[in-house]
């Protein structure tokens, strides 16, 4: 399950979050690390057992996406995260949003991006 969402938090503490960047043996490597793991010495990178994992949203890294608030022709598709997961970045963005000014890339929140059916 965890695995195919590439930012998760921790279930015992939510302010520790990360992106996932492989699984071994039921351990995650974790970076693009929350201020609160940093706080607590982690450094760019941390280990932690799935089980304590649980995705901070559905959406996933190559995810095509649309803006909610303005249809599907605004649409891209997902290559990172940030602000601990609360912010998606998008590239191969639509005409519509390539109107608006944004170039080849722009970030939105993730509260206002859906899955494309």
């Known amino acids: ?20 960047v ?6 995650a490597l974790l ?4 201020q609160k793991l ?15 994992l649980v995705p901070v949203s559905s959406l996933k890294i190559g995810d095509r996406v649309h803006f909610a608030s303005d249809g599907p022709e ?3 598709t997902i290559f990172e995260f940030q602000d601990e997961g609360r912010v998606a970045g998008l590239r ?4 519509k949003v390539k109107g608006l000014g944004c ?7 993730v509260d206002n991006l859906a899955v494309l059916e």
């Open 74 to 76: 605004f649409c891209g």
């Open 92 to 95: 191969e963005l639509s005409e």
């Open 22 to 27: 492989e699984v071994k043996d039921g351990v």
């Open 1 to 20: 399950g965890v695995a195919e969402f590439p930012h998760a938090r921790f279930v015992s503490e939510p302010a520790c979050n990360g992106v996932i």
């Open 38 to 52: 940093k706080d607590m010495g982690c450094g760019e990178e941390t280990h932690e057992p799935v089980d304590n």
């Open 31 to 34: 970076r693009s690390l929350s």
């Open 103 to 109: 170039g080849e890339e722009t970030h939105e929140p």
